[in-house]
């Protein structure tokens, strides 16, 4: 595999947002998001064999002080992830080794040759990522009740799309969460953001059943920061 970090932090997004968890990510994307905030991870990385990979996780796992626990939540994201065939048998091996597995996706890649113990997070590109329409609509059939769906939100028109594609297809009923999360503004300038507030008042007059989420770790941490 190819990878360009594993470090631990705390999730920064998910309904496990807040949690201690061990990052793992894999180099190179076939998606040009304008919004993209990881285009660090589009080229370059070290090879690393499924053996490797699950042997830094571990080491960071026990790095818990004397009263501490290991961490057992890890997170596998990119880049795509879902690029690399090895995917699916570092995801197999994780959870083998008592790990929490989950799978950050853009949704684009069929996510249903995952081990089912694996939580899937699988965005939805809206339009003004510039990648609409790529998500593989055969997804829907293998998203489970652990897994969640991620809207990605820069405008009212992004909004909208995320709200309609979320009723016409019943999300909520199928998956764990529904997560509307506000594009946050390029520290260097390249792209604006969506208010928070904003994003709030939206799915509060329109009543929706789905979570907002924020980037906690870009609260945490200076947003231009990798490996947190």
Known sequence: MVITEIFRSIQGESTRAGLPCIFVRLTGCNLRCVWCDTAYAFHGGTKMSVEDVLSRVRGLSELSGSTGSPILLVEITGGEPLLQPETPALSKALFAAGYTVMIETSGERYIGDLPAEVIKIADVKCPDSAEGGTFDMANLGVLSARDEMKFVIASRRDYEF???????????????????????????????????????????????????????????????????
């Open 162 to 228: 995320a709200r309609n594609f979320a009723a016409e297809h019943n999300l909520s009923a199928h998956v764990h969460q529904v997560i509307f999360s506000p594009v946050s503004p390029d520290p260097a300038g390249s792209w604006p953001g969506l208010s928070a507030r904003e994003l709030t008042e939206w799915i509060l007059a329109d009543g929706l059943p789905v979570r907002l989420g924020l980037q906690l770790h870009k609260f945490i941490w200076d947003p231009a920061t990798h490996g947190v």
